[in-house]
């Protein structure tokens, strides 16, 4: 594939694709905050939710997609429900813009890779939402492992918890799982790219056990990678709505030498206000979601791969599909381990 950088562009233009999702609002204000990128437009199928989105943001709205992308824009951020992601990409690659896509990238395997071969063949960059990546915790924990600091990774010990978001999240028909599906991917991801090497096989249990909901709120994932590393994952709806903070991603790394310790979201204050909760965790560590963002838009100035690619966002999915799979049948699941990119 051959991607052409905008180096020469003074500024980047870029269209949001629906506010379904509660992260497009932080992709709209990092925009706003990136010297040389500007939101041009959204467009949503919910009217109500796009003007209002678009007031917010000083920003047009656009009633139908096709006229966002006929507009003078770069790039979409798509943050639309998981089942449009196959659609609306391939509509963008089509005409030209490259495209960053909320997690998880599809719902099935075969949207996610005729999302990726659809932008290769336009020669567009797809870069998939994971933030975690760029946590200042989660660098240094690269860093560290690729150091060798605590020799070989034996095991990891995984957790993202969060609340229940309710909504289209909850609609199977919209979304294509619960907890499982959305809280799989951050962490299979980082995993990936921790270990740089491939998941083999997923035995999972996967339930609902904590909210009036027809779709699962909670699991338990055991994944053996290629090189034999064992990890476990929580990625459970498990916070109530009172929880000071919406969730967590946390990891226990061992290795022969030592263990590191990983909380993504430790760095916060905590307040307390008799106006609303009584308690609530405000973070005070980087924003993820704008250094996403900025990644992206480095990527498309230099004309080269996001940090995580469509590519990364297949194979994430690929272990929450697996989890489903195993949990259906009672066993463990081997993954296609012949996919490369």
């Known amino acids: 594939m051959t991607q052409k950088g905008l180096a020469g562009k003074n500024r980047i233009?870029?269209?949001i694709i629906s506010?379904?999702?509660m992260h497009a609002a932080s992709y709209a204000r990092a925009l706003s905050e990136i010297p040389g990128a500007e939101l041009i437009g959204i467009y949503d199928d919910n009217a109500n939710r796009g003007l209002s989105a678009a007031a917010m943001h000083n920003t047009d709205y656009y009633d139908s997609l096709s006229d966002l992308l006929d507009a003078d824009i770069h790039a979409v951020i798509v943050c639309s429900e998981n089942i449009k992601h196959r659609d609306e990409v391939i509509q963008a690659a089509k005409a030209g813009k490259h495209i960053l896509c909320e997690k998880p990238i599809a719902t099935t395997s075969e949207d996610a890779i005729a999302m990726i071969e659809e932008c290769e063949r336009e020669g567009v960059i797809l870069a998939t939402a994971f933030p975690v990546r760029h946590a200042p915790p989660v660098l240094r924990t690269k860093e560290l492992i690729d150091s060798?600091?605590?020799?070989r990774v034996i095991a990891v010990c995984a957790t993202n918890h969060g609340?229940?978001?309710g909504?289209?999240?909850?609609?199977?028909?919209?979304s294509g799982g619960g907890a499982v599906l959305d809280h799989t991917v951050h962490v299979a991801d980082l995993l990936r790219w921790f270990l740089n090497d491939e998941v083999k096989t997923v035995y999972a249990e996967v339930d609902t056990r904590m909210h009036d909901i027809d779709i699962?709120?909670?699991g338990m994932l055991l994944m053996e990678f290629r090189n034999g590393v064992f990890a476990t994952l929580d990625p459970s709806w498990s916070r109530p709505t009172a929880y000071p903070t919406w969730g967590d991603v946390t990891m226990e790394i061992v290795g022969t030498e030592g263990v590191i310790s990983l909380d993504v979201f430790a760095q916060v204050l905590v307040e307390a206000n008799d106006s609303g909760p009584k308690v609530l965790y405000r973070n005070w560590g980087d924003n993820m979601d704008l250094?996403?963002?900025?990644d992206f838009v480095y990527a498309i100035r230099q004309g080269q791969k996001p940090a995580a690619c469509g590519f990364d966002g297949l194979k994430a999915l690929e272990v929450a599909i697996a989890a489903y799979e195993s949990a259906a049948k009672g066993r463990p699941v081997q993954l296609n381990l012949g996919q490369s990119h």
């Open 291 to 294: 250094l996403l963002v900025q």
């Open 167 to 174: 909504g289209w999240f909850i609609d199977r028909k919209l």
């Open 19 to 21: 506010f379904a999702h």
């Open 148 to 151: 060798g600091a605590i020799g």
């Open 216 to 218: 699962d709120d909670c």
């Open 163 to 165: 609340r229940m978001p």
């Open 13 to 15: 233009r870029f269209g």
